[in-house]
């Protein structure tokens, strides 16, 4: 008989999460498991080519607003959403939000569960602990040093993580930062991410809708605009290298949609970097585009495990990227990519130099067609996870 499992969310916008859940629901066994996708605000075009045998159902009224900040709901001037801000924030303040996620649990969820997966940092997680569901599975993807995203309810989750069966990291860097705060190492492990291996090559096989000229060294950036991605210190350093005359054959795509889009955008014309740089928005198939480009940049603050590292190697395409847990986890330096400091400075030499001396990311590429990424051990523990209902 099949294991009935839910997943929860709280929007499907462009970012790692949406595309690790993707990727994990294609390689589980369907035989094994019956799987329900829940969002709870439906915001956001991913999630869309979904197995058919996976339902994708969404959360009330309630619950649309639990992925905005104050100040965008502020910004949007939208009466009835900043209400439901204001009555969310209440609840978490008082602890009415127990009582509130119960009620309208019972509006979304009418059959029972034998696993419930809080697949996203936050909010997700008082969902799923909140629920009567025997195995409650939390995963983690955040750096937690660097970015903590309950630090404002934390006596709140401090009570609720506790709850769980398992809690997964994608990253030992992510567990322990995880730790350091809720001390839960008897529920926490590591496993990284499942990568759909089969279906990136099939997709990156798919026409291209943008153009390159080939004759350049085209750097691509792809992820959320956000201000954790990076993205306005990388504009500086551009801007400095288009100084130092040395970009002639250079040019940067920028792929992803985000909060930070149209501030980036409007930094284009008004530096005069639109020479230099492309912003293309968010594209369905990023895997068609990714394969033309000759290095992926990533200048993120932080990055948990940075899944779109190991899609570009198994797509043969070398990687730049700042120190963190996911560069550190998957760059080999000086073999398939290179990690730098992270910091401006260290990211403008370290672009400098690849600019000056491109013949380095020949090699590299070289090295990525023996690249392997092998999801048997990880689904075999995913499974037994699934199927336990019992702490580790």
């Not at 409650?136 to 506790?162: G, M, Q, R």
């Not at 930070?260 to 005069?272: A, D, G, P, Q, V």
Request: proline share 3%; charged share 25%; aromatic share 10%.
């Amino acid at each position: 008989m099949k294991k009935n499992i839910l997943f929860v969310v709280d929007e499907r916008e462009m970012g790692g999460v949406s595309v690790v859940l993707n990727d994990l629901v294609h390689k589980l066994d369907s035989n094994k498991y019956s799987i329900d996708i829940l969002v709870l605000h439906n915001k956001g075009n991913m999630l869309n080519d979904l197995p058919d045998h996976i339902n994708m159902f969404y959360g009330t009224s309630y619950f649309e607003a639990i992925d905005y900040t104050i100040k965008e709901v502020l910004k949007m001037k939208n009466l009835s959403l900043l209400m439901k801000k204001v009555h969310v924030v209440f609840d978490l303040k008082t602890g009415f939000i127990k009582k509130s996620i119960q009620r309208e649990r019972k509006k979304i969820i009418h059959k029972d569960y034998d696993c419930e997966i809080a697949f996203k940092d936050g909010f997700t997680a008082l969902f799923v602990g909140y629920g009567n569901c025997v195995n409650k599975i939390h995963w983690l993807h955040c750096s937690y040093k660097t970015f903590n995203p309950n630090a404002k309810y934390e006596d709140l989750f401090k009570k609720v993580l506790p709850l769980f069966n398992h809690i997964i990291g994608v990253s030992d860097n992510v567990v322990k930062e995880f730790n350091e705060i809720y001390h839960l190492e008897n529920i926490t492990e590591t496993i990284p991410v499942v990568i759909d291996v089969e279906r990136i090559k099939r997709l990156s096989q798919k026409p291209s809708i943008f153009n390159i000229n080939e004759n350049m060294l085209n750097i691509v950036v792809i992820g959320r605009c956000h201000p954790v991605k990076g993205y306005d210190r990388l504009f500086d350093v551009i801007k400095r290298l288009k100084k130092d005359n040395i970009l002639s054959n250079v040019h940067f795509t920028v792929f992803g949609d985000g909060p930070l889009f149209e501030h980036l955008k409007s930094r284009l014309i008004n530096e005069s970097l639109d020479d230099v740089i492309s912003m293309k928005g968010a594209v369905l198939n990023p895997y068609a585009e990714l394969k033309n480009y000759s290095l992926l940049l990533l200048p993120s603050y932080s990055e948990a495990f940075g899944t779109v590292i190991s899609e570009a190697f198994i797509l043969d395409i070398p990687v730049l990227a700042t120190e963190t847990s996911a560069s550190l986890m998957s760059v080999k330096k000086g073999i398939n990519g290179e990690i730098c400091e992270n910091s401006d400075e260290e990211l403008y030499r370290s672009l400098k130099n690849l600019i000056q001396h491109p013949d380095v990311i020949d090699r590299w590429k070289n090295n990525l067609k023996d690249f392997n990424y092998d999801n048997f051990k990880l689904l075999k523990r995913i499974e037994a996870v699934l199927d336990e209902g019992e702490t580790i």
